[in-house]
């Protein structure tokens, strides 16, 4: 049980799914366990797909499936549905192309840090595109490495 709330708590799918099979009669033998287990296994995929998903502005759905330890396309779609619907994630489905398409980036609560970084860097990058020279001719797009 140990492994299992260790697991779930990091977002560890394989360990926790490995747990899961491994003491399968154990766990459903308890009332309790059985009771919950597919909502805890259903919030630690919606975790894990957040997680996964966070970094994309566009992923294969197939891909998806084989992060959450191979579960089925169709399983992905109704994770991402619900979701889109609870205001967790906003993008769209492509279902003939088998992508999911973010619209709009996820920020944690915890993460207010991570956001002021990125808008920083956003406004430093404007600044530095935008820089005129003494002769006041721009010198256009500059990359920064």
């Known amino acids: 049980m140990t492994t ?3 697991a779930f ?3 560890e799918i394989h360990t926790f799914e490995r747990t899961l099979k491994k003491n399968h009669d154990s766990l459903m033998g308890d009332e309790f366990c059985r009771e919950h287990m597919q909502d805890l296994l259903r919030t630690i ?3 894990v797909l957040t997680s996964v ?8 759905l197939n891909e998806l499936a084989v992060e959450l330890n191979g579960i089925s396309v169709e399983e992905v779609e ?13 993008g769209e489905i492509d279902q003939v192309e088998g992508i999911f398409y973010k619209t709009k980036q996820v920020v944690d609560e915890g993460n207010d840090g991570l956001q002021d970084l990125v808008t920083a860097l ?6 530095v595109t935008s820089v005129k020279f003494k002769d006041g001719k721009s ?5 920064v490495h």
């Open 4 to 6: 299992l709330v260790s």
């Open 9 to 11: 708590h990091n977002n």
């Open 45 to 47: 995929r919606r975790q």
């Open 53 to 60: 998903i966070r970094p994309y502005t566009r992923i294969s």
């Open 78 to 90: 109704h994770l991402l549905i619900r979701l889109i619907l609870d205001g967790t994630l906003q």
């Open 122 to 127: 956003e406004t430093l990058s404007t600044t």
């Open 139 to 143: 010198q256009g797009m500059m990359s």
